[in-house]
């Protein structure tokens, strides 16, 4: 893994960059006062209620509430992750993005030039190599044109050992090996990995090839062989045909997961466009991560056999940790000795959609699956229903998703649907937590005091310039349990801050969207410096107070005494 991002390069890109530059390239503006308008990209509208504030760089549509700071919004735009969305402002002002110095060396980039350069070559020897006959003749066989095969970037590889090295012998062997199109044996000799073969270009969101999947179109063995794994390529995290998808729908309602390429391939062909494949992997949960930051419904295609259905309970347990509400999944399972490829071409689209629209949804599957061989009529076979179920349960963030699914469990077992609940909470508890990010705060939850005054801190960073020494080590103190508390203390460490560098700071964290809502929100009135010292230091007070009662509380001290303490604790503080 490369290093990481200095967020300091992170604070310095979001005040050189402009944010109505940004979105003004994706989206058409109008100034409006302070504000620049235009039609929000995220949601269909007539009338414009996307709004751009120049001032704090900062976006918010009042039709579908997205909001956001640059960095955001290429995100869910573009569709790219945090580090790209960092090298794409980056590159729009001309700098490199620099990187800590971590415990593995910084990615080697160069081979994105390498791997274009194999994907071309390997497109022209499709159209002129003599043995592109035969690979031609299969891929017409399979009912794909050379429209599809266009879009896709499909090649050939042809026979011999050394063709491609010879092609871009210019690159060197050993970047040749380093993208993984040359492999280098126990006896220091060289060869190309994809021979004889029709390959596939794997890329990624940006579009860029990153590796390649070969197909072969004879008899040899193994059918299928991927790239390895290289500084550029991690085949657990990306998904074949997610670029051409984007591409093909600008705003993705859905995805399709299928097992193979020439599933996805096929099923463009006859016009389903939005189905993506995992690349010789069980889908993760890397693999839905990624998903769940371009659309809100993934449908998973498996065989109705035993080991399609074996696929369809893993990717359960690898969904379950990042579904929601807002996120759904469903299952399709086809006929025994049927894969999408062979049913579009067989049936039809039609018929091919039928199946789709009729997707199992998780929660549904989830159930069903558990309680197969159970005898829910049974004591036994209730309790033993639950044990099973509550362990996955816990993996659930909390939502109207847990409780439809233990609802659906306590209707099948009888058990109380809290009680469930609980369990399940204990379960989750006893997982390993998974590390904190350096600055995330442990707790979001806030006062209504708390709320008002982060409310003002993010219209207004500059506010926290006002705060006496003796505040600022109070938060200090607090700067792990509560949100308020360490973006103050983030803001005292770079005063220099604005509402957009603040926010770029907790993309990716817990935080962020609840960061993001405040910064939409209208402030009704001017904070003035003297009320928000004011407002935090009886604040400080009041936590200092509960804390402080709390604990006496525990020492069994009673009503008169307690109100002495807190009496005493104001006018000390």
């Given at each position: ?30 100034k ?9 990209p995220?949601?269909n ?5 996307f709004?751009v ?5 900062f976006y918010?549509c009042?039709?579908?509430?997205a909001?956001g700071t640059?960095?955001?919004?290429l995100?869910?735009?573009?569709g ?18 620099p ?5 593995e ?5 160069s ?11 390997f ?10 006959a ?6 017409r066989?399979?009912?794909l ?23 871009l ?6 970047k040749l ?8 044996n126990?006896?220091?000799?060289t ?6 073969r ?6 990624d ?15 040899g063995?193994?059918?299928y ?12 995290r990306?998904l074949?045909g997610?670029?051409?998808a984007?591409?093909?729908?600008r705003?993705?309602?859905s ?16 016009g389903?466009?939005?189905s993506?494949?995992?690349l010789?992997t ?18 998973c295609?498996f065989?109705?056999?035993e080991?399609g259905?074996?696929a ?6 690898a969904?379950?940790p990042?579904?929601?509400e807002?996120r759904?999944l469903?299952f ?9 490829d ?8 039609e018929?091919f959609?039928?199946l789709?629209?009729?997707a199992?949804p ?9 309680e ?22 816990g ?5 109207a998703?847990?409780?439809?699914i233990?609802d ?17 909470g ?11 990010l ?5 707790r ?8 008002r ?6 219209k207004?960073p500059?506010?926290i ?5 003796e ?5 200090a103190?607090?700067?792990n349990?509560?949100?308020l508390a360490?973006?103050?203390s ?19 964290h ?16 001017p904070t003035?410096?003297?009320d928000?010292?004011?407002?935090m230091?009886e ?12 604990a006496?509380e525990q ?11 807190a009496?005493r604790r104001?006018e000390?503080?």
């Open positions: 893994m490369a290093g990481l991002i200095p967020q300091s390069f992170i604070n310095d890109l979001i005040t050189r960059v402009d944010i109505v530059d940004v979105i003004g390239a994706r989206v058409q503006l109008r409006s006062g302070s504000n620049h308008k235009g039609l929000c995220f949601h509208e007539k009338t414009p209620s709004n504030n120049q001032d704090r760089q918010h009042f039709g579908c509430e909001h640059a960095i955001g919004f995100m869910e735009y573009d790219l992750t945090f580090p790209e969305a960092i090298e794409s402002l980056a590159s729009s002002v001309g700098v490199e993005v990187r800590e110095q971590g415990s060396p910084p990615r080697d980039t081979l994105y030039e390498v791997l274009e350069a194999a994907a071309a070559q497109r022209r020897w499709l159209r002129s190599q003599a043995d592109a035969a690979a031609v003749a299969y891929l066989s399979r009912g044109t050379g429209e599809i095969a266009r879009d896709f970037g499909i090649g050939l590889a042809p026979a011999g050992w050394d063709g491609l090295k010879n092609a012998s210019s690159f060197g062997e050993q090996v380093a993208a993984g199109l040359v492999v280098r126990d006896k220091g000799r060869y190309d990995r994809f021979r004889e029709i390959v596939f270009p794997i890329r969101t940006r579009g860029r090839v990153i590796g390649f999947g070969g197909r072969v179109y004879g008899d063995e193994p059918k062989i991927n790239s390895p794994e290289t500084d550029v390529f991690r085949k657990g990306e074949y997610l670029y051409e984007r591409r093909a729908q705003r993705l309602q995805v399709l997961a299928v097992e193979g390429y020439m599933d996805v391939v096929a099923l463009a062909q006859h389903v466009v939005n993506v494949a995992t010789g069980a889908i993760g949960q890397a693999h839905f991560e990624t998903l769940y930051r371009h659309v809100d419904l993934v449908v295609c065989d109705g056999d080991a259905r074996g369809a309970w893993k990717a359960v347990d969904a379950f990042v579904l929601s807002t759904q469903k399709v399972f086809l006929p025994e000795g049927e894969d999408p062979t049913i579009i071409r067989s049936r039809g689209r018929h959609q039928g789709v629209d009729q199992v998780v929660g549904e599957y989830f159930l069903e699956h558990l197969e061989g159970l005898d829910l009529d049974n004591a036994d076979g209730r309790a033993l229903l639950s044990e099973l179920a509550v362990p996955h349960v993996r659930l963030p909390n939502g998703l847990r409780r439809v233990v659906g469990l306590a209707d099948r077992t009888g058990i109380d649907a809290a009680a469930l609940d609980r369990a399940a204990d379960a989750r508890s006893s997982y390993a937590e998974p590390p904190r350096i600055g995330q705060p442990s979001l939850e806030l006062s209504p005091s708390g709320e005054l982060l409310l003002e801190i993010v207004d500059e506010l310039a006002v705060l006496d020494s505040t600022r080590v109070a938060l103190k607090d700067a349990s509560s949100l360490d973006v103050a983030y803001l005292m460490e770079e005063p220099d801050a604005d509402t957009g560098t603040l926010l770029a700071r907790y993309v990716g817990d935080a962020h969207d609840q960061l993001a809502a405040f910064a939409a929100r209208p402030l009704l009135l003035q410096a003297a928000f010292a004011a407002k230091r604040y400080i007070i009041d936590m200092d107070l509960a804390a402080s009662s709390r006496a020492s069994g001290w009673s009503v008169d005494d307690l109100r002495r303490h009496q104001r000390v503080l």
